[in-house]
Nanobody, 114 residues
């Protein structure tokens, strides 16, 4: 089992910045991918960004150039630095851990006001 604890969501004005964190604990497999997905009301859960334990990153086109994903393998923690936020970034952001099994965090709300 892997537990994921997210933090850093909140309310921000358009053009502002937020940083999300997600700490993993439990049966961590050394080779894994962590990342973030988001789900807006009435929509499906979509990829935001992922990063492998080898630091290979993948971003949704909608966030490229605005969001940066990083990780600290020693702390089993993944970060999402979000800048130039837009109202359409408003969603619940879910942390993902993908190893032999896949786990999700409980979600953290990000609201961007116009």
């Amino acid at each position: 089992q892997v537990q994921l604890v997210e933090s850093g969501g909140g309310l921000v004005q358009a053009g502002g910045s937020l940083r999300l964190s997600c700490a993993a604990s439990g049966s961590i497999f050394s080779i894994n991918t962590m990342g973030w997905y988001r789900q807006a009301p009435g929509k499906q859960r979509d990829l935001v960004a992922t990063i492998s334990s080898g630091y290979i990153t993948n971003y949704a086109d909608s966030v490229k150039g605005r969001f940066t994903i990083s990780r600290d393998n020693a702390k089993n923690t993944v970060y999402l630095q979000m800048s130039s936020l837009k109202p359409e970034d408003t969603a619940v952001y879910y942390c993902l851990y993908r190893g032999p099994s896949t786990y999700w965090g409980q979600g953290t709300q990000v609201t961007v006001s116009s």
